[in-house]
């Protein structure tokens, strides 16, 4: 059985790396990660995700905005 905490650190870590490459080939193989790291949490025994995020929400690594950039 697969660590729950795990997969959601993964998923994030995808979903970071996405936004932060510059080559869109290198942007669509982490989506496509964090795709499959998704997959698997929906697919946990333990339940995480409600309805509403599967209904298409993502994770926000910014969510009060700034998208990462250094000041």
Do not use: W
């Not at 059985?1 to 997969?7: G, R």
């Not at 929906?42 to 929400?57: D, I, K, M, Q, T």
């Amino acid at each position: 059985m697969e660590d729950l905490n795990y997969l959601l650190k993964c998923e994030q870590m995808e979903l970071l790396k996405e936004q932060h490459s510059i080559c869109a080939t290198s942007r669509a193989a982490h989506r496509a990660r964090a795709r499959g790291y998704s997959r698997r949490i929906r697919e946990h025994h333990h339940p995480y995700r409600s309805g509403a995020v599967r209904s298409g929400a993502a994770f926000a690594p910014y969510p009060f905005g700034g998208e990462g950039r250094h000041s």
